[in-house]
């Protein structure tokens, strides 16, 4: 009955590898998002799908590569991996209230992947 | 452009005691959310509390409360009886109402310690 899962947890390759992680909602939202999260705990967007429609797509080298093959899943492939890539991927959701009166906007988390890139 | 300060990286509690956290912000808009987030080691996301600008009461939710002063941009979050499982990193985060653009700006978090 998880909200929102990403697969692996953990996620340990060699440079130059690709990889994907994957991510799924049962919550019915039309929203998600990527995140990452570095070493020093900051974290920013990489992109949102609503609808499976790019909404956001934040300044992300192009070998980060979003796939949403419906509302309920996000998926995320990455090229030629790099030793800065290395980070917390956090998956989340969320409702769009543009047009749902009294919906609150808020975005459920995944419990992330920790991916170290050796 | 919307940013979100925590000016305090890393803050210490006494069990059963009450800590506050610091969180302020800067937009041209009326209409948006703030939310605290907890992360604990486990790395999960979880939301804590929102507060939505037009209210001027402030969110509580059990024993995590808010004080939200909008004109000074101000959006802290005030623990009560500070339990051990609530030591985590906190992240402040806000979110326009308007048009398209939904995506949080985060803080870059504090760290509470919660001591036995």
């Known amino acids: 009955d998880t909200a929102v899962s990403q697969t692996p947890k953990y996620l340990v390759t060699q440079m130059g590898n690709d990889k994907s992680i994957k991510c799924e909602q049962n919550?019915?939202?039309?929203?998600m998002y990527w995140y990452k999260q570095d070493s020093k705990k900051f974290l920013k967007i990489m992109f949102s799908y609503n609808n499976k429609e790019l909404i956001i797509n934040e300044t992300v080298p192009n070998r980060f590569s979003p796939k949403s093959p419906d509302k309920a899943h996000l998926n995320l492939h990455i090229n030629s991996l790099e030793l800065g890539d290395s980070a917390v991927y956090f998956c989340?959701?969320?409702?769009?209230?543009?047009?749902?009166?009294?919906?609150?906007?808020?975005?459920?988390f995944g419990p992330g992947t920790r991916l170290l890139v050796l | 452009a919307q940013t979100v300060t925590q000016s305090q990286p890393e803050m210490s509690v006494q069990e059963a005691e009450t800590v506050t956290l610091s969180c302020t912000y800067d937009t041209s808009e009326s209409d948006y959310y703030l939310f605290w987030y907890k992360q604990p080691p486990s790395r999960q996301m979880i939301l804590v509390i929102r507060?939505?600008?037009?209210k001027q009461q402030n969110a509580t939710e059990n024993r995590f409360s808010v004080n939200f002063q909008k004109a000074a941009k101000s959006f802290s979050l005030k623990i009560s009886d500070s339990q051990l499982g609530d030591a985590a990193m906190y992240f402040c985060a806000y979110s326009s109402n308007a048009g398209n653009n939904r995506k949080l700006i985060w803080g870059l978090g504090t760290s509470l310690a919660v001591n036995p």
């Open positions: 919550l019915g939202h039309d929203t």
């Open positions: 507060q939505e600008a037009y």
């Open positions: 989340a959701s969320s409702q769009d209230p543009r047009w749902l009166a009294g919906v609150k906007e808020t975005q459920y």
